[in-house]
């Protein structure tokens, strides 16, 4: 006979837990909307929002006054057509690829379409009411896109399947200086002189920041929007969105000349405390952080010591009051003294791949914008 289940607070056994600060996520769409209007400001949730969560954070931004989503793959720009119901306009960067360009149409998810293939198989497909699609050309990305010399050919083709829409996309945009940028406005520039009735859109994130020049009528922001600083080396204009926490599993003593985790790859050079904590990168603690990555304790800066694990990370506690030394107190390992683009210069990346990495073991918490307070559990 099996007992009957216990329920117990999912807070309380999970190893890890991730807050995300929806309320900071709507702060940033609109301070970057403010920023770039009259543009439209859309909003960029490809990678399950980055990793925050792509329903909850386009639900935010969609009662902030967001009309439009862009999502990398055809899988993801079904899941949230099918979370969010028919109303929001959701475009898909990679476009149709062979064969599944009727899918497109049959979810009204708007497609934008990459090269002459993509234009027929769009062409080809017989719906009554398919979305308005977006072109792409390329300006020097060379990585998805119509080259100067498609477009070229194929204008008659763009204007009859009612391209509603030209977007290109920067190479260099945050770096300002690089001669690359002003290069791609003046070929995206002339590519729209071809086709002005068309809409444009040339900015992501970093773009927004090259100025007003940059917005034409639409811009797409992504990273800037979960807390990744835009301007790297610039003081950061958006406001954190995760905060990610482990909690201690257990606290040990240790002796100098004693090793500490695969590898004995850490020997310590006299003795202290360690707290061993339930991270690993397993749930996107890159373990490229080995060695040089930290977490934050009770004030205290906790370096990770040797090897990361799949499921555990060893701190150095000696410098924490022993008080706050339990199994269950956290070691908050993102957050206000290390923030996601601290933590992925350690780990020898990008702030964007520290979101994206983040697993499907933590604990997530959803903190509300504080007008919906009332509609937040
Ligand atoms: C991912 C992506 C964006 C968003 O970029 P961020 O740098 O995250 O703002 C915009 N446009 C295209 C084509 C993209 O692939």
């Known amino acids: 006979m099996c007992s009957k289940p216990v329920t117990r607070d999912p807070a309380t056994r999970a190893g890890t837990v991730l807050e995300i600060d929806l309320g900071a996520v709507v702060a940033n ?15 960029v949730v490809k990678a399950n929002g980055y990793g925050l969560g792509a329903v909850p954070v386009a639900r935010a931004l969609l009662r902030a006054g967001c009309r439009k989503l862009f999502v ?9 057509r099918e979370a969010l119901g028919a109303e929001p306009e959701i475009a898909v960067f990679n476009g149709p690829l062979p064969g599944s360009a009727a899918d497109f149409a049959a979810a009204r998810l708007t ?14 497909v017989a719906a009554s009411d398919k979305p308005l ?20 050919q194929s204008l008659d083709r763009v204007a009859a399947i009612g391209a509603s829409m030209l977007l290109s996309h920067l190479a260099c945009a945050e770096t300002p200086e690089h001669a690359l940028n002003a290069a791609q406005r003046a070929r995206f520039l002339a590519a729209r002189q071809r086709l002005p009735a068309l809409k444009a859109s040339l900015a992501a ?13 639409l811009v797409r922001p992504g990273a800037a929007l979960y807390g990744v600083n835009p301007r790297p080396g610039a003081a950061n204009p958006m406001r954190p969105a995760v905060r990610l926490s482990a909690k201690i599993v257990q606290v040990r003593k ?13 020997i310590m050079d006299g003795p202290g405390l360690l707290a061993t904590a339930a991270i690993g990168y397993a749930d996107g603690w890159l373990r490229s952080l080995s060695h040089r990555g930290c977490g934050w304790l009770a004030g205290k800066r906790v370096p990770l010591l040797g090897r990361l694990s799949m499921d555990l990370a060893t701190f150095d506690v000696s410098a924490v009051p022993p008080a706050e030394l339990y199994p269950g107190n956290m070691i908050e390992l993102i957050g206000d003294h290390y923030g996601v683009d601290a933590a992925a210069a ?3 990346t990008i702030g964007y791949e520290m979101l994206t990495a983040l697993g499907a073991r933590h604990h997530r918490v959803y903190r509300e914008p504080p007008s919906d307070s009332k509609t937040a559990e």
Request: a negative charge; hydrophobic letters at 45%.
């Open 29 to 43: 769409w609109r301070l970057l909307a403010a920023k770039t209007a009259p543009a439209a400001c859309a909003a």
């Open 72 to 80: 990398a793959t055809l899988d993801e720009g079904l899941a949230l």
């Open 111 to 124: 497609p934008v379409l990459n090269d002459p293939g993509q234009i027929a198989e769009w062409a080809a």
């Open 133 to 152: 699609p977006i072109v792409h050309i390329d300006t020097g990305m060379s990585r998805l896109g119509l080259s100067p010399a498609e477009f070229e």
């Open 205 to 217: 994130s970093s773009g927004i920041f090259l100025g007003r020049e940059f917005h034409f009528e």
């Open 254 to 266: 240790i002796d100098r000349g004693e090793s500490v985790g695969y590898g004995a790859a850490h």
């Open 346 to 348: 350690d780990a020898g």
